[in-house]
């Protein structure tokens, strides 16, 4: 079950991450939080999400560059970080914690 709080600790890791967060870790927190995260098959670093929050779709995108292990730019994050921060707004304005 999604909570408020599981969603904060996720954008405090990100706002703390200053810039170290890799794009793996990125997939691997947006895929635990439920949102479906995509590889564009014409930009192999672009990713795009999406989250069905009851009947709400939040969405975003971000890209990974190039290399080994690549990080993601900070204005992809700050993209990821608005992103979260709706879906919190949205499960505590609903009060559902399975969205």
Do not use: W
Not at 30 to 55: I, Q
Not at 66 to 94: C, F, Q, W
């Amino acid at each position: 079950m999604l909570t408020p709080d599981d969603v904060d600790s996720a954008i405090e890791t990100l706002r703390n991450g200053r810039g170290n967060v890799r794009c793996q870790d990125l997939v691997r927190m947006l895929r635990d939080l439920g949102f479906s995260v995509a590889v564009r098959a014409r930009s192999p670093g672009h990713h795009t999400f999406y989250h069905p929050a009851d009947g709400k779709t939040i969405f975003g995108n971000f890209d990974c560059g190039h290399g080994r292990n690549p990080v993601p730019k900070r204005p992809y994050v700050l993209s990821v970080i608005r992103a979260l921060e709706t879906l919190r707004d949205h499960i505590t304005k609903s009060g559902a914690g399975d969205v």
